[in-house]
């Protein structure tokens, strides 16, 4: 496309071939033609791309990645987790509705389901997650529109039953909605296994290098993401096409970055697990894992996750001295980077939480939460084992 036209810029680029990547389109806004209009005032705009909030290039060439990493038919991209998590549940309850919901869960939509929710004339009942009885028992007492649980936990990293959960949901009539954040459509795609809706937070794994704050929407149901996409327009928390391109471009090695942090995840687990100074070491892969055997093997049948957590000997002040002590792993909130990163949650994820509430929780005293990233497991050990072994006279 050619223009000489001094008010139309830009456009007297010499390609004659298509990029191999997707170009930041880094615009607000189309020009409009009959097609647009028509969708305008066929559709409110859904299809079109007219203007950056409703639809974008390069939003659009992430959400179909998302989407083809889930074997799913579609993806909303939204501005993070919250907003995808935040926009599916307003989109799916509305006052005089209730929502069964896992008792452990990411800490801030903990807050929109024990603030926001009820604010808005939503009853929000809680559950332990890992009973499937307990979602039952729920499910029949309270007749919810909604049950949402996160497929791995943070940070006891159990797995939710997604088949036994999802079939639950169909015994009430309500939709399963889940936060597979911590477990990846690497491990596990929720939607084959039953779930409605599957939302991310795509600031972790999926765009994997710790550079923006992204979500994600993902369904099976055309109508369903309808409905989704319509409150993003009117709520407003949609992806910028440059923050669109970072997760595309992050999403390219998404395979090979999970296959190699999980296999390292799996090799430092077992290499940690009997090493002096640590009590216990947590990860899908163990065979002394709650969930080892038929859950483990429904939900994550392959690759067991890049998440660890590992409990010392010596409690939190112990953990927090290795932690100081770490020349490989990062101490930084988050997950799903390039780099290791490692958190305690008594101070960080679950810091307004006693120390009885956190153990009732699964949080034992020195509870050390790893993001396993591409250093390789040799490196990682040896730098475990050194601040274990400088840490050793504190415990
Ligand atoms: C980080 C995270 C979120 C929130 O995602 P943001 O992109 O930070 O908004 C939600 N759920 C889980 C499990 C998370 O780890």
């Not at 809680?126 to 909604?146: I, K, L, Q, Y």
């Amino acid at each position: 496309m050619t223009s000489t036209n001094p008010y139309r810029p830009g456009r007297d680029h010499t390609s004659r071939t298509y990029p191999v990547i997707p170009p930041i389109y880094q615009t607000t806004t189309f020009e409009l033609d009959d097609t647009s209009y028509a969708d305008i005032q066929g559709t409110g705009g859904l299809r079109e791309t007219w203007y950056s909030r409703f639809n974008n290039p390069t939003v659009d060439a992430a959400a179909a990645e998302v989407a083809r990493l889930h074997g799913a038919s579609r993806s909303i991209m939204t501005a993070s987790g919250m907003a995808a998590i935040a926009t599916t549940l307003l989109t799916l309850l509305r006052s005089g509705d209730t929502v069964v919901a896992s008792k452990q869960v990411y800490g801030d939509t903990d807050d929109l389901l024990q603030r926001d929710l009820p604010a808005l004339g939503i009853t929000v009942v809680r559950v332990d997650a890992f009973d499937t009885a307990a979602w039952e028992r729920a499910a029949r007492a309270h007749g919810p529109a909604v049950l949402y649980g996160e497929t791995l936990s943070n940070p006891q990293l159990r797995l939710l039953d997604v088949p036994a959960v999802a079939a639950v949901a169909r015994s009430v009539g309500a939709r399963l909605v889940v936060d597979n954040t911590f477990a990846t459509p690497f491990c596990t795609r929720p939607i084959e296994l039953g779930a409605d809706i599957v939302v991310e937070s795509a600031t972790k794994f999926l765009a994997g290098h710790s550079d923006v704050v992204a979500g994600a929407v993902t369904t099976d149901d055309e109508e369903l993401a309808a409905e989704v996409q319509r409150r993003l327009i009117t709520f407003g928390g949609c992806m910028d096409p440059h923050a669109a391109f970072l997760v595309w471009r992050g999403m390219r090695t998404f395979g090979v970055r999970l296959a190699e942090a999980c296999s390292a995840a799996e090799i430092v687990a077992t290499k940690m697990a009997d090493e002096p100074g640590i009590d216990h070491v947590r990860h899908p892969s163990r065979l002394d894992h709650p969930d080892a055997g038929a859950v483990v093997d429904a939900v994550m049948p392959h690759a067991k996750g890049a998440m660890l957590s590992l409990v010392l000997a010596g409690g939190d002040e112990r953990v927090l001295a290795v932690l100081r002590r770490l020349r490989v792993g990062v101490e930084a909130t988050s997950l799903g980077g390039v780099e290791t990163l490692a958190s305690v949650p008594f101070n960080s994820s679950h810091f307004n939480m006693t120390p009885e509430q956190r153990l009732d929780a699964g949080i034992p005293p020195g509870m050390l939460r790893l993001s396993i990233g591409l250093e390789g497991a040799d490196a990682l050990v040896d730098d475990l084992r050194q601040a274990i072994a400088a840490t050793a006279h504190d415990s």
